[in-house]
């Protein structure tokens, strides 16, 4: 009985050493997967060189401060194409147009030093946005952000194009970034708590 011990002892010490050994001799460990970002869609604009984000499933956004990554793995090569994985990631350069339109699940927003223009009406009608940073000089389209009633503050970055009505209706607004911008669209800051342009 005691042998029996002995050798199942001994082999149950060798496999462990073996199995110690394979992984400290560069046993292939799986290497991890890249975020998929379910939520996102994102599509390849060749005139851009990179990504265009918009939201593909609102529901499945975290509630609260969202940050927008800044390359993806998965994307679509064209519109109405299928997303699927590349080898290399991308940088996403853009916000499609409608992007978070009427998301109320995003109250911060950060946007990437690769995203370079959000989209017309990109936030139109986010009632619960408070403040949007920004990390590069960025363009901003129609209506982008439109309707956005609580939204407080843009920081960082600096803003180097305004499209029309694109901060319509923001009265809370009190504190804005830096604009390059020598002009606005029409009603760029109307009935907002401020007019930088003014």
């Known amino acids: 009985m005691k042998k029996k011990i002995a050798i199942i002892t001994a082999l149950i010490a060798a496999l462990v050493i073996g199995a110690f050994a394979f992984t400290a001799c560069g046993g292939e460990e799986e290497e991890p997967e890249p975020p998929r970002y379910e939520y996102y869609s994102m599509v390849y604009d060749a005139e851009l060189e990179g990504l265009v984000l918009s939201v593909a499933h609102s529901a499945l956004l975290a509630e609260g401060a969202i940050s927008v990554p800044s390359s993806s793995y998965y994307y679509a090569d064209e519109e109405?194409?299928?997303?699927?994985?590349?080898?290399?990631?991308?940088?996403?350069?853009?916000?499609?147009?409608?992007?978070?339109?009427?998301?109320?699940?995003?109250?911060?927003?950060?946007?990437?030093?690769?995203?370079?223009?959000?989209?017309?009406?990109?936030?139109?009608?986010?009632?619960?946005?408070?403040?949007?940073?920004?990390?590069?000089s960025v363009r901003i389209g129609d209506?982008?952000?439109?309707?956005?009633?609580?939204?407080?503050?843009?920081?960082?970055?600096?803003?180097?194009?305004?499209?029309?009505?694109?901060?319509?209706?923001?009265?809370?607004?009190?504190?804005?970034?830096?604009?390059s911008a020598t002009t606005a669209g029409e009603d760029a800051f109307a009935f907002c708590g401020i007019d930088p342009m003014a």
Request: hydrophobic fraction near 40%; charge should be negative; charged fraction near 20%.
């Open 143 to 179: 209506e982008a952000f439109f309707g956005c009633d609580e939204l407080t503050e843009v920081s960082g970055g600096s803003i180097s194009a305004i499209g029309s009505r694109a901060f319509y209706g923001c009265f809370r607004l009190s504190s804005m970034t830096e604009i």
């Open 80 to 136: 109405g194409g299928e997303t699927v994985r590349h080898d290399e990631p991308v940088d996403i350069v853009a916000l499609a147009d409608g992007a978070f339109e009427g998301v109320s699940r995003a109250h911060t927003v950060s946007l990437p030093s690769t995203v370079k223009s959000v989209g017309a009406e990109a936030f139109k009608n986010c009632r619960n946005l408070t403040s949007v940073t920004l990390m590069s």
